[in-house]
Structures are given as C-alpha cells and as structure tokens.
Nanobody, 119 residues
Framework: QVQLVESGGGSAQVGGSLRLSCIAS????????MSWHRQAPGKEREFVSR???????TYADSVQGRFSISQDKAKHTIYLQLNNLKPEDTAVYYC?????????????WGQGTQVTVSS
C-alpha cells in the first residue's frame, strides 16, 4: 500500500504561481511513475503532467510551458510548479502513483488539493 498526501494548493491571481507537493509513504519501492491530474467543477478529471523514475516528463498541451514537474526520489516526493496561472487552471489537483511488483500494476490517488485562480 502507498499513501499520498498533497499540499501547496490555495488561491492565486491570474499570472501568479503556486507550488504543489505530493509525498508518498508506505511501500514505495515499486513506484514506476508519478503524475498530476486535475478536475474542474462539472468536468472530468484530466491529465496534467507525468514524470518517470529517470526524470522524463510529459505535459498536457494546456499547461505546457507554464507548469513544471520535478521529483525528489530520496524523499518520495513530486512537485508541480504552476506559473502564469489562468482562471481555467482552477481545479482540484490530484497526485497519482503507479507501482509494479513484477506481477501487478497498482494505482494510488491522493485526496486532492484545491487551486483557485481569480482575476
């Protein structure tokens, strides 16, 4: 089992910045990738960014060039730097981790952290 705790959400103005953190605990030995997703009111959850264990990162087109994902493997933590925020970035942001134990792939989600962007 893996537990995830997100933090760093809050309110920001258009053009502002926030930094989200996601700390994994428990059986972290099988982590193969970590990612961020978000869900705006009335919309489906969507992919934001992903980072693999060797640091390869991918981003949704809507955040490319504004958001940056990073990791501290020793601390089992990933970060999402949100820059040049827009009102459409308002959502609950969720951390997701995938693990692999040679037979089974498992997925874990955090509880989410709210990001609100106002003009």
């Amino acid at each position: 089992q893996v537990q995830l705790v997100e933090s760093g959400g809050g309110s920001a103005q258009v053009g502002g910045s926030l930094r989200l953190s996601c700390i994994a605990s428990g059986d972290t030995s099988g982590i193969i990738d970590m990612s961020w997703h978000r869900q705006a009111p009335g919309k489906e959850r969507e992919f934001v960014s992903r980072i693999d264990r060797v640091g390869g990162a991918t981003y949704a087109d809507s955040v490319q060039g504004r958001f940056s994902i990073s990791q501290d493997k020793a601390k089992h933590t990933i970060y999402l730097q949100l820059n040049n925020l827009k009102p459409e970035d308002t959502a609950v942001y969720y951390c997701k981790i995938s693990t692999w134990d040679m037979t089974t792939r498992r997925t874990y989600w955090g509880q989410g952290t709210q990001v609100t962007v106002s003009s």
